[in-house]
């Protein structure tokens, strides 16, 4: 790290803005700016962000950015042109799929397009079978054929628009046949990109394989443009700092790695929401936490538990079209301020996915917007501050809001005022849907968690949540609305490593095992060092076990400390426990099997200590509106600013708090207090 | 108009009657109507009902 | 419907649907055979203590279609009385109300409050059940006894404790036992679940009020069924299909259907079909009625809750000892994966008739099921499979059919050559689309899968069970018939592929079981493609165009159908 740079960067760019957070290493004091998001050109928000903030370059030590273009590219479907390279006879593997549908009784559904066109997939002549022997050399004269074919595909496009993407049956368990093909693409198309299987992703089901190669390669020469480009704009600004880029697994990457496998980064700029919420989570000594960032078009839930991220293995862009790669666990609905409500043709209300945007945006923004949004039914209720919406940047329109809302009301029989409770009730629903998808089918119980409530629209809700799932405590951290890019700033070194075996519990050798581990670990740090973690990283250690005969895998833990003959039987013991958990049964004396090792390396930096508030002080509203809580009609509520509120004096609801970035609802009955570092903690009834 | 009867079948006989109209097997809830001097079993009076507005006009069309 | 109301309403609805989404999950991630946790063969369903489903998620809508049936029987066949917390009942017979041996329904009630709410069931695919046929696919059985263990409704867990005696006797009538305890406990296991999350479900609305929801959701549903048959012109619509043979005799067998719309309502009189056949292609009376309900869903709005309300407006006529009722002891294993498709083409074929713009033409209809049994030579273990592929859809009004897609009675996965291959002694020589295999038209039918596979071992036993190898998925206003499948062989050291009777002398091409087959001989199968829609000169030449250069269309075919001789 830069020995001047005393100051950690995190950068979040948005829909609607740019969001910067600094960190003083030494002071912990905060510094923020926003700056509007150009659509497409994502610099010009960065660039404009860092200027705003003020900080002078050579203060900034590290720099870490929360990216969308690989999501995009791949939403928008505008990537590179990719040949994909597959063992001959499986060329139509992307195109076959898993024949199943996402609707069972439908005509109009169809298969999802693969990012890859059926004629740029080539079948080379090779073979791996099922244990990972070579039953068809791959030669030197395929290989020439194979080159032909690829000239001649590759014709008429850029190289560095282009992208090899290679998938070959069985790479997982022998990856000779795919090491030595991009060896000879590399030499034979310098300039186009290579994406291999058994480095992106080394897993069986060749479907899923391939479809994840084939999105690595098909968003690569974007990645690594936009790196190349942040390069330039960082130099022009003077910054010569090492930065990053978030990962989809909450940790980051250095640029090299990042524009490397750009499949890792599909949630890059999700990640930092969860990160952000998990520090101010436990800054109000919470560790089982679930975290909800709600922004103008959807929200993000996240689970935190014992102060641990989840993760999965899977995602997908859309039904049908998987990546594999490691993942926070998230799960993203289409609910925001601007998610449009509407009626559907069974007469039921709907709230959702679709969202007017910042354009038009919703009605009471005045900007054309006709569509009746959350935000217009917040406004309705009196809970939004027509006057200090951003501050009071915008002004809204509360007549507008109140005659579309009235209209809609119209074919539901309710009044304006009941509509907006209705379309916030059925926001509030789908939210608490997504926490039960995270908590719930998990076997986990929201209300033994606290609700991590941020992003711009996130503590407006927090209050009507809590009550739906029955959850007593919300965390509201300071600045809600920069709590993405807070994340960014914060997150950790990351390195997943993993190892597919075939041993089984009846005849494994503990210190074969062992001494796997043992490789995985050492690959792992040498990863760690050159993305720049240079002190000692913590060492998590898994297995991933199943019955023999069953198909998929729950990982067991093993313990940090160093490994022997016991703890791999304490881990068959464990796994027994985990499944009759799980799934009310366990299989007694049945074999497991082993299918994967995993090793996770997470290289802490140090978090910084946030300005604590004021203490003492008055309690004193900056004015008094009539609010609509649910039912019961308008109550006359005090409104006061955050920044006001003294530290440690408990306020009872009902209430709103304002802020620049957002807003906060306190329930009658609730009660909220600020604590350490300006984190808000509302507890229900 | 028709009653209901149980099927009066020991547990461990196997039979099986049929909907005069739909054909389903009956599990064990008959619903007997008379019809022009014949007894016939339907699973229900829904049944009962088409035969008489469906069944019976479509067959003598036929015929 | 007050608004409020109806917010409630649909939030329980969302929330049935994902109890039985979550059901589905730890079956997938617990089960044992491939047809479960790859193939996602099953389908979970709620259901109140009247025997009404409530709820379900995006399973196989055979078993969906018919599991109404299979619990009510179970219901009235038992009483009410005899359900305690912690029972289990399993049951697949086709005589009480399963549609056909292999599907297997275990189902648990939910108490709360120490009374009886309703119940939590899921029928799936169970891989190997006994029988002449390893694999219990016996295509060539003439009764159901031939078929597999039959299991009326009998409980299989007394208040939560093993019920060994019928444990013992199913256990000892698979061939592959182990097998059948990893997936019964899946099956089993995902029902606690489901169990927890109902009474969860329970305790936030209380059982009156999550009663009186299920009731309303219901008749909403039934309202808004009704709706979408009114908008159907009245009339009265025909049309039939046949399978191309049985098995046992090779002959066609007709199903014809009378489709009657009147106002709200729907008559599906199958009553003109043939006689039931010798072989195992009939139709039991609950898939006749699944297929039926399945047409209808397919070409009805997809937003409607799917609960047994959907059913209420659509009534099915047939007649015993038809193809579409089986009588007693007849075979019907493939009734469920063949014939059930080609039941739910005729339906949408009758309805193409008023409703044009919302029909597809017919698909391939075949599940291509391929069954094979051995001793793995690496492990020295017996075992069976179950394999399927898909066939190309049929192509409707605004786009091309699917390629390679599960039938439509079913939304299973294929399973992928790596698991195969980890599983079993075959070699996968190839896995592709079938160019030329979809019917032409302006918009073009979905392409077959070929799959070529090669024996590794001493030897496989195999047995399949197919249709459309000799008939041909139809075209629509003008579209062309999608290609016919097929499953050929290839003896090691021979120079072509022949059909199994011409190489081992059975009875059909298509459905055939325990033929023998030696290291080095490789299997063939082709699944048929879907049927075209509206004529062929009406297709786009820049689509035609784009067909040729992605290699869905052969550039003889493209001037031969299409008239394209670029």
Redesign the interface.
């Given at each position: 790290m830069n020995p001047r740079g005393r100051v950690r960067c995190g950068i979040d760019t948005g829909g609607t803005f740019t969001d910067f957070v600094g960190l003083h290493d030494d002071s912990g004091e905060l510094v923020a700016s926003k700056w509007p998001s150009s659509p497409g050109r994502p610099l010009e928000g960065i660039v404009g962000a860092v200027n705003q903030s003020g900080l002078p370059p050579e203060s900034i030590g590290f720099l870490i950015l929360g990216t969308t273009v690989a999501t995009n590219a791949l939403i928008q479907r505008e990537g590179a042109h990719v040949v994909y390279v597959t063992t001959e006879g499986f060329e139509d593997v992307l195109y076959i799929q898993r024949m199943n549908r996402k609707y069972h009784y439908s005509y109009e559904w169809t298969k999802p397009l693969p990012f890859v066109e059926r004629r740029d997939c080539l079948g080379v002549r090779e073979r791996v079978d099922a244990k990972g022997k070579i039953a068809v050399p791959l030669t030197a004269a395929a290989m020439d054929e194979l080159g032909r074919a690829i000239a001649g595909r590759l014709r008429g496009h850029r190289p560095e628009d282009s992208a090899l993407a290679v998938s070959l049956l069985f790479s997982y368990l022998n990856p000779g046949h795919e090491a030595r093909l991009r060896e000879f693409l590399e030499s034979r198309f310098p300039g186009v990109a290579v994406s291999v299987s058994h480095e992106i992703a080394p897993i069986w089901r060749e479907y899923e394989r391939g479809s994840t190669v084939v999105a690595d390669a098909f968003v690569k020469p974007l990645l690594r443009r936009y790196v190349g480009s942040v390069r330039e704009s960082l130099a022009s600004l003077g910054l010569r700092c090492p930065w990053a880029i978030m990962k989809s697994n909450g940790g980051h990457a250095t640029a090299r790695s990042a524009e490397g496998q750009p499949v890792n980064l599909i949630l890059s700029g999700q990640s930092g929401g969860i990160i952000g919420g998990k520090f101010f989570g436990e800054l109000a000594n919470e560790e089982n936490l679930i975290t909800l960032d709600m922004g103008g078009t959807s929200c993000d839930v996240g689970v935190v538990q014992a102060g641990k991220l989840s993760y999965v293995t899977n995602y997908e862009i859309e039904w049908g079209l998987p990546i594999s790669a490691p993942f926070v666990d998230l799960t993203a609905i289409g609910a925001g301020g601007g998610s449009i409500a509407w009626i559907d043709k069974g007469g039921f209300l709907r709230v959702g996915p679709q969202s007017a945007g910042a354009v038009p945006g919703p009605v009471c923004y005045a900007r054309g917007g006709t569509n009746v949004t959350v935000t217009d039914a917040n406004l309705t209720l009196g809970r939004l501050n027509p006057d200090y919406f951003l501050g009071g940047r915008m002004t809204l329109d509360p007549e507008g809001a109140r005659a579309a809302l009235e209209e809609l009301g119209g074919s539901l029989g309710l009044s304006a005022a009941g509509a907006a409770r209705a379309v916030i009730d059925m926001a509030n629903e789908n939210m608490a849907n997504a926490i039960r998808l995270v908590s719930i089918e998990r076997g986990l119980d929201p209300r033994d968690f606290a609700l991590v409530a941020f992003g711009g629209a996130g503590p407006l809700h927090a209050g009507g949540i809590l009550g739906k799932m029955g959850m007593r405590r919300a965390v509201i951290p300071p600045h809600p609305g920069l709590c993405s890019a807070f994340g960014a700033a914060l997150a950790d070194f990351r390195v997943d490593k993993v190892w597919s075996t075939n041993y089984r519990s009846d005849r494994v050798e503990p210190a074969e095992v062992i001494e796997q581990f043992g490789e995985l670990e050492v690959a792992a740090r040498e990863q760690l060092r050159r993305e720049g973690f240079a002190a000692t990283p913590d060492v998590h250690r898994s297995i991933s076990m199943r019955y023999a005969g069953q198909n998929y895998e729950h990982d067991v833990r093993l313990p940090a400390t160093d490994l022997d003959g016991a703890s791999i039987g304490t881990a068959f013991a464990e796994f027994h426990r985990l499944h009759r958990q799980l799934y009310g049964y366990s299989i007694s004396g049945e074999v497991i099997e082993l299918i994967r090792l995993n090793v996770t390396l997470i290289g802490r930096i140090a978090k910084p200590r946030l300005a604590d508030p004021g203490t003492g002080g008055p309690l004193e509203p900056c004015q008094t509106r009539p609010v609509d809580f649910a039912g019961g009609g308008p109550v006359a509520c005090p409104v006061y600013r955050r920044d006001q509120l003294p530290a440690e004096v408990p306020l009872v609801g009902p209430a709103v708090v304002e802020e620049v970035d957002s807003t906060i609802l306190l329930h009658p009955g609730h009660t909220l207090r600020v604590g350490r570092s300006g984190v808000i903690t509302v507890r229900g009834t | 108009m028709g009653r209901w009867k149980k099927n009066p079948a020991q547990w461990h006989e196997q039979t099986?009657v049929?909907c005069e109209?739909?054909?389903?097997?009956i599990?064990?809830?008959l619903w007997i109507a008379g019809e022009s001097g014949q007894t016939l079993v339907f699973c229900g009076p829904?049944c009962e009902e088409?035969h008489k507005t469906?069944?019976l006009p479509?067959r003598a069309e036929r015929a | 419907m007050g608004s409020i109301d109806s917010v409630t309403l649909s939030v329980i609805n969302n929330a049935l649907v994902n109890i039985c989404r979550e059901m589905g999950t730890a079956m997938m991630r617990t089960s044992y055979s491939p047809i479960f946790n790859e193939g996602l063969d099953f389908s979970c369903v709620i259901f109140n203590r009247r025997g009404e489903m409530i709820g379900q998620a995006e399973f196989c809508p055979t078993m969906l279609g018919s599991a109404q049936y299979a619990v009510n029987w179970t219901i009235e066949e038992l009483g009410l009385a005899a359900f305690e917390p912690g029972d289990v009942v399993i049951h697949n017979d086709p005589y009480r109300g399963q549609c056909h041996m292999p599907e297997h329904m275990v189902l648990k009630p939910v108490f709360f409050g120490g009374e009886l709410w309703g119940f939590v069931a899921n029928i799936a695919h169970i891989g190997e059940i006994g029988g002449m046929a390893p694999g219990s696919f016996a295509a060539d059985a003439t009764e159901v006894y031939q078929e597999g263990l039959r299991l009326p409704p009998v409980k299989v867990m007394r208040r939560g404790e093993y019920v060994r005696d019928v444990w013992k006797i199913i256990l000892s009538n698979h061939r592959t036992p182990k097998t059948s305890w990893g997936d019964l406990h899946a099956m089993i296991g995902s029902l606690s679940i489901a169990e927890t999350r109902m009474r969860e479900l329970l305790e936030r609305y209380g059982a009156r009020y999550l009663t009186d929801a299920g009731d309303r959701l219901l008749d909403y549903s039934e309202r808004w069924m009704r709706a979408e048959i009114h908008e159907i012109p009245n009339g009265v619509y025909r049309a039939s299909d046949c399978m191309e043979d049985d098995g046992v005799t090779d002959r066609p067998v007709w199903l014809r259907l009378k489709l009657v719309v009147k106002d709200e309502e729907v008559i599906a009189d199958w009553t003109e079909s043939d006689l039931q056949a010798k072989g195992p292609v009939n139709a039991t009376f609950v898939v006749t009625a699944a297929a039926s309900y399945s047409g209808l869903l397919h070409l009805t709005s997809n937003e409607i809750p799917r609960n047994s309300g959907c059913y209420r407006p659509i009534r099915i006529v047939t007649k015993p000892g038809t193809v579409v009722n089986v009588r007693h002891p007849g075979p019907s294993v493939g009734g469920n994966t063949e014939t059930h498709p080609h039941l739910q083409n005729v339906v949408v074929a009758a309805l193409s008739q008023a409703i044009p713009e919302r029909a597809a033409a017919a698909e391939g209809a075949s599940g291509c099921n391929f069954l094979f049994a051995g001793v793995h030579p690496d492990t020295g273990e017996y075992y069976t499979n179950y394999h399927i592929d898909g066939s190309g859809w049929g192509a409707t009004a605004t786009h091309d059919g699917d390629s390679a897609m599960c039938p439509e009675n079913g939304n299973c996965r294929n399973t992928p050559v790596e698991v195969l291959e980890s599983k079993f002694p075959w070699r996968t020589l190839e896995y592709r689309l079938r160019p030329d295999s979809g019917g032409p038209g302006r918009f073009r039918g979905g392409l077959g899968s070929s799959r070529v596979l090669r024996v590794l071992a001493p030897e496989i036993t195999v047995s399949a069970l197919m249709d459309r190898t000799k008939t041909q998925a139809w075209g629509l206003f003008g579209g062309g018939k999608g290609a016919s499948g097929g499953i050929f062989v290839k003896r090691k050291g021979d120079a072509r592929f022949r059909t199994f009777s011409e190489a081992f002398g059975t009875v059909s091409d298509s459905k055939f079981t325990r033929v023998v087959l030696r290291e080095g001989d490789e299997v063939m199968i082709w699944s048929p493609g879907g049927g075209g829609y509206g004529a062929p000169s009406e297709r786009g030449q820049g689509d035609v165009g784009r067909d040729v250069r992605q290699g869905w269309v052969s550039r003889d075919a493209a001037r031969d159908s299409y008239g394209n001789d670029r």
């Open positions: - | 099986m049929y109209l739909c054909g389903k097997i599990p064990k809830n829904d088409l469906y069944w479509s | -």
